[in-house]
């Protein structure tokens, strides 16, 4: 099941910013693993921003709701996640509405 995960700092945590670089470091080094090993299709910084985005392989809703909770800055983030279908399931679709509405269109000509 593919995701669109979007996540954007609320505010800066209360604590030392070392620790904070720390804990961010950990979550881009997580979230290179999971490219890494083929769970996420593609994972970025949003430049100017302190947020990120990822498309993410997961197996089920459970599995996506564990991985992002792991992540050390979970808390600290506002998040985004909208389940996606693929092209080709896309496609599938547009050609199925395309006939129907061609067979709705011939019907209403025959009247």
Known sequence: MLYF???ELRELPPMP???WAGMVAATW???AQLERTGKARGVGAMIGRQ???AILDMDSH???AEVMQRLPVYAFLNW???PLTS???ALESARWATAALARRQEAGSRN
Do not use: N
Request: aromatic content about 0%; overall charge negative; charged content about 45%.
């Open 17 to 19: 910013r070392e620790q």
């Open 80 to 82: 985004e996640v909208v």
């Open 87 to 89: 092209a080709e399931r």
């Open 62 to 64: 459970d599995e996506l």
């Open 51 to 53: 947020a990120g985005v």
């Open 29 to 31: 080094e997580m979230l």
């Open 5 to 7: 995960v979007r996540a």
